[in-house]
T-cell receptor, first 114, second 111 residues
Framework: NAGVTQTPKFRILKIGQSMTLQCTQD?????MYWYRQDPGMGLKLIYY???????DKGEVPNGYNVSRSTTEDFPLRLELAAPSQTSVYFC?????????????FGSGTQLSVL | QQQVKQSPQSLIVQKGGISIINCAYE??????FPWYQQFPGKGPALLIA?????SEKKEGRFTISFNKSAKQFSLHIMDSQPGDSATYFC??????????FGQGTELSVKP
């Protein structure tokens, strides 16, 4: 069982470059999320999706875009990379069972913008 | 207010001791309060969770205490072990599942 798979694991970008962080899940979850994690700041929600074709902004969406064309895939796009986007990015998917929300995270993408 | 405030930022406990991490929230619409455990280089993993109709939930050595009137909840780790050394995040959710995370607590359990 692959779970939530993120690629790449590491990436260095120059200011102004663009890139797409890939995320795919094989658990058939409708809910998917993108978080960024900065030291001492916890995880901040960037964007989320409740199903294919439906996305919405989270707490810190500026500078990012997402799409959800299939249940499995939820890529995150950085159009004009800035040093403030240096962070660790986590993709996650979730389902609810017996009142417990099970959120499964990928292993993360460490991004540096120089 | 959508914030979840977590303390302390770091915690050192001796093996066998009790680790206590606290969180506070303001939004009374939150209806689900999980705790996540994260090891270095890994994504967070669900540890234990509680809903506001329950004041305490215990799973093994991990207990959540919930005080609805004070809008606070805490994680207690009994008989702390070196293998519990990790970063712990509290969180709260609303509106169908968007989780708002606390700032994290780095726990170190000394042998």
């Amino acid at each position: 069982n692959a779970g939530v798979t993120q690629t790449p694991k590491f990436r260095i970008l120059k200011i102004g470059q663009s890139m797409t962080l890939q995320c795919t899940q094989d658990m058939n979850h409708n809910y998917m999320y993108w978080y960024r994690q900065d030291p001492g700041m916890g995880l901040k929600l960037i964007y989320y999706s409740v199903g294919a074709g439906i996305t919405d902004k989270g707490e810190v969406p500026n500078g990012y875009n997402v799409s959800r064309s299939t249940t499995e895939d939820f890529p995150l796009r950085l159009e004009l990379a800035a040093p403030s986007q240096t962070s660790v990015y986590f993709c996650a998917s979730s389902y609810v069972n017996r009142g417990t929300q099970w959120l499964f995270f990928g292993s993360g993408t460490q991004l540096s913008v120089l | 207010q959508q914030q979840v405030k977590q303390s302390p930022q770091s915690l050192i406990v001796q093996k066998g001791g009790i680790s206590i991490i606290n969180c506070a929230y303001e939004n009374t619409a939150f209806d689900y309060f999980p705790w996540y455990q994260q090891f270095p280089g890994k994504g967070p993993a669900l540890l234990i969770a509680i809903r506001p109709d329950v004041s305490e939930k215990k799973e093994g050595r991990f207990t959540i205490s919930f005080n609805k009137s004070a809008k606070q909840f805490s994680l207690h780790i009994m008989d702390s072990q070196p293998g519990d050394s990790a970063t712990y995040f509290c969180a709260a959710s609303y509106q169908g599942g968007k989780l708002i995370f606390g700032q994290g607590t780095e726990l170190s359990v000394k042998p």
